[in-house]
């Protein structure tokens, strides 16, 4: 199984990036997948999650309104759409991949992982 995450970059405070995952290796159209964050020195953070249909979905708090995850099964992909970015939106993104439909926040239901792709949101 592999993920690839792709899609990050430098993006100055109030811009957006969209945050692309190609999985192979699974049978994508059964697994939930999210995206967790960690920034330098901080612990692993739970961002977003999706259902394996898409159906539901589940967001941190902190971007609720701002952030979108998505997927499109077709070609195995998996999203991560970040408006009104701010500073403290820095960290290395990742995506995870779960062998359950519904996995939600926690990690340890993620069995695989890509490499993360870096967020860096100037001010």
Request: hydrophobic letters at 35%.
């Amino acid at each position: 199984v592999q993920l690839q995450a792709f899609g990050g970059g430098l993006v100055q405070a109030g811009g957006s990036l969209r945050l692309s995952c190609a999985v192979s290796g699974l049978t994508f159209g059964n697994s939930a997948i999210a995206w967790f964050r960690q920034a330098p020195g901080t612990e692993r953070e739970f961002v977003a999650a999706i259902t394996w249909n898409g159906e539901d979905t589940d967001y941190a708090d902190s971007m609720k309104g701002r952030f979108t995850i998505s997927r499109d099964n077709a070609r195995k992909m998996g999203y991560l759409q970040m408006n009104s970015l701010k500073p403290e939106d820095t960290a290395v993104y990742y995506c995870a991949a779960s062998p359950y439909y519904r996995a939600g926040a926690d990690y340890t239901t993620y069995f695989y992982w890509g490499q993360g792709t870096r967020v860096t949101v100037s001010s």
